[in-house]
């Protein structure tokens, strides 16, 4: 397996044009952990100090509702970073869980590294800015497909964005994702081979 | 009434601890534009090749719907960037529109200028970021809103919020924002007031 911070370095490099400088010194203030499938990242209700990326595994990311069920609000998997980003930045109680669904591997980051890094790096303030563009670019296209197509070319949007995926998440959570019953979603998938 | 030019730089900066350089050889490059009440800034359907920053008035956001009803996404209003940014930054065609619901003036940003100033710019790297951040943390508290709160909680957390556009903004445009018809937020301010 690629060493964890190597991913890293390669994935957060190859969004910006300019190097990173310093990565040793940086990543030795980082460290891995491994969740075991069904673990949580972060739970509904506590505060959050730190930024996950995602080396190996899958994440999703939901709230549990009044009533008991869930709403599935995104997935995150390798090469991503994943946080409760609005408790972060806020300093609120995380208003959803991240719960890990294969054996994962993730990077930490506290937050004050993060911010120190924003600080002293124009470069690492321009990974966090594309950062943050893709998380609200994710939500205003999950907005727009809910508003704007039905379950059928919801779930066709999602296997041509997620290929690879389809086959690693369970179909009640991809049912969930996509706001229909998992009965919904066989008969939907069966038309569909049909 | 303030320059525009000036409530622009004033709201800017506070924003942000670093000050801004070249600012009038910035603003320079920019133009103001006055847009009646009822006008469109952005049509669905349109490429979006700019930003704008509210001077004066309120815009609203919003999905015209197949079945011809509509969907308010937010508002913005005085010292507020508002664009279809997903449409700006991907290059494709806004999935929604902008219209002003006052009289309202706005400053143009071209996206080729605002790809300058980051790409020279440290501090406008940062504002961006910033401005970015804001538009993520209001959808993820929208989310959280419409999962997790009723109606009641949900227009007494925008009246907290706007309480100067509760008298601004028609009251069926408040109703659609929370996702409810103006019949039912009708009885839930008179239930409020007893």
Do not use: H
């Not at 995104?74 to 090469?79: D, G, H």
């Not at 919801?154 to 706001?179: C, D, M, T």
Request: glycine share 4%; with cysteine.
């Amino acid at each position: 397996m690629i060493n964890p911070y190597e991913a890293f370095k390669n994935a957060v490099q190859a969004n910006i044009d300019k190097p990173i400088e310093n990565w040793d010194r940086i990543t030795e203030q980082m460290a891995t952990l491994s969740i075991k499938k069904g673990d949580y990242l972060i739970r509904a209700g506590n505060t959050v100090e730190e930024v996950y990326f995602c080396v190996k595994g899958i994440f999703r990311l939901f709230y549990l509702l009044e009533d008991g069920s869930e709403f599935i609000k995104s997935f995150c998997y390798e090469n991503e970073f994943v946080t409760s980003y609005g408790a972060l930045v806020n300093s609120f109680e995380s208003p959803f869980s991240i719960q890990a669904l294969e054996d994962s591997i993730v990077i930490v980051i506290s937050k004050g590294l993060l911010e120190e890094l924003i600080r002293n790096s124009r470069v690492w303030e321009m990974v966090v800015r594309k950062e943050v563009e893709k998380l609200y670019l994710k939500k205003e296209k999950r907005e727009m497909e809910f508003l704007n197509l039905n379950a059928t070319e919801r779930y066709n949007n999602f296997i041509k964005e997620y290929p690879e995926l389809v086959y690693r998440i369970p179909q009640y959570y991809i049912a969930s994702y996509l706001g229909i019953s998992p009965v919904s979603l066989s008969r939907l998938i069966k038309e569909l081979k049909n």
